[in-house]
């Protein structure tokens, strides 16, 4: 995987004069110049959150999180892919806030800032009805219309293009969430059947996360990823303070809530007094259903447009197809269009796992996991350079069985942000001060180990990616290096975000750090004497996991 950096480094140097240009704080917005902004962190000072990804599972993520913040400090550097690429935004976003670090008298003190940032971390449960997830509720709509107009009745029937004019009728329905690329296909397609017919299957086994066959890698999206992007940016920069903020309701809030709400969840947070006879959980979703609907009308700076990092130590992970493997995805891929059969075996030797980020940052990151890593995954690390959250959030998410690979700006190709779960390598080899993984017990599961396998790994590359009970393998490396580890159960939530975030706020922190034995407000479900498989080393997974 080495090859490959030094023609991308030189990418990122010419890349250098924006990538290292701090982002336009809010403060510009119209907060005064007596206002504190801090520096931006380094990793070697603080502690670095490794955030796996868990589909809409992701309300874990701030329940982990936001009690990390209260008893230990401020998250202040994170690396996540998929779901975990969206919370590691909004982390970013999150520190961005001038509101986080000024209190009603000038400059919080650290726990009250810390109170601050983790009152934000538990609100983003409250944007459940918001539209957060308007690209499973098209997708569901979707489905929902496929059965409702028996669209693959009509396909097996007599007269199959009648299901395939159906189904485009549908589609034009949906919204600016469907991608246009879909209509484009269907216009041009030597068989619009095939293409209707195996765009419906990848749905339908897309939701139940299940990838036995190559065309997962091929398939054209039916979400427009983009539009994603910049929907997930307008909540970034509403909790950065960009555009129309009501600055003025927000810290209001935060006076309210924040204090009060330390050691409860989002739930409990919600129903305390906010502001002006609301409760600190209408309070927030007032200020937030204005902002949305001034920012749809007078626009503003998209915090996706921002660079990768701007704020603090941040990185966007994806895994990426290199070399001989991106020729052996174009060719299958242009096969699929012209529906014919397709043939995708990648040699797994040209798969990585690509970070986006600060290219300093990157450069350190390379340098020592050469120097201190020999697991797989360490090996497979392909830094990807600077980009924009945008096209972080329009690929790492795009998950095989919901869109083909991505090509990136740095001539790789992302098949989505599967890869290296827990993110703690590349992180102890930034320097971080510690580092945390979110993770959940049981182990990797089927999807990643699927999607590996599918990418031609052998089961000897399986083991030393993935086994929980091999010391070499890069799981039980990343498990053992972390300083701490959130170990939350998010499958066994049935996918409520208040279970999810509950769960994950009082879920144990495996670890014998001495800074993390002495919790600032005496959280009691931190130690070392936890014996759980998938996230404690060397404890095997039972099947009941």
Known sequence: MRRFRLALFAVGIAMTSWASVA?????????SHAQYTPRRPIAALTTCAGIRGNGQNLFAHYGSLARHVEEYGAIKCAAGGSSGSITAFFVESIWASPDVHNCRRGPCGIRARDARMSLMLKSVVGLVDTGLFED????AALLEGIQAGGIVELLQGPVPEEGVDALIRLLRDLGPLINPELFELFANSPDPVFHATDIIDGLQKGLQFIVDDPRVFLRTSVINFDAFATLVGVYGSFYAGYGPSDRGGISAWLDACARPGIGLTWEEVAALPGTEGRTCGETFSDLFNAYREAFAELGGRNRADDPVGGYMPSFGVTGVLTGGAIDAWEEARAAWIAAEPIEFV????????GYWGRARELRRMDRNL?????DLSSDQFVPLGSASWREVLSSSPAEPGFSPGVPLSSGFVSVGGWADPLRVTPLEALGARRTITINRLGGVGGFTENVTRLLNASDGQIEALYSTDDPASSFYVGLDE???VWCTDWDGQGGDPNRLFNDAY???LITDDARFLWPRYGYENVGPDFSIGGCTPGVPVLVAE
């Open 346 to 353: 990648p040699n797994f030797d040209d798969i990585g796992v």
């Open 482 to 484: 972390a300083t701490g």
């Open 506 to 508: 009082n879920s144990p």
């Open 136 to 139: 499973a509720a098209t997708i």
């Open 23 to 31: 982002p336009v704080s809010a403060q510009s917005d119209g907060y």
């Open 370 to 374: 050469d120097r201190r890593f020999t």
